[in-house]
């Protein structure tokens, strides 16, 4: 595991929403190359599973924005 004393200095010194900010770009930016990558029939399958789940239950479900917000105000705790 990586420990802050690793990483860069310009990054260490960036504030926690800084920091949470840069993790979303970065993983945006893996998420932009979907195509080079490919799921396993494992993880397909859990994908439908979850999905079909939804579906039946459209309300048991969080946004994107509630939990973020559910683990930056914990962090902030």
Do not use: C, Y
């Not at 310009?10 to 990558?37: C, K, P």
């Not at 079909?52 to 917000?69: F, I, L, M, T």
């Amino acid at each position: 595991m990586m420990s802050d004393q690793t990483l860069p200095p310009e990054i260490r010194n960036l504030s926690l929403n800084e920091r949470i900010d840069l993790v979303e770009q970065i993983w945006e930016s893996v998420a932009d190359e979907e195509n080079h990558f490919e799921l396993t029939d494992a993880q397909k399958q859990e994908l439908e599973r979850r999905i079909a789940d939804h579906h039946q239950n459209p309300q048991s479900g969080r946004s994107w924005e509630e939990v973020k917000q559910e683990l930056l105000q914990s962090v902030r705790a």
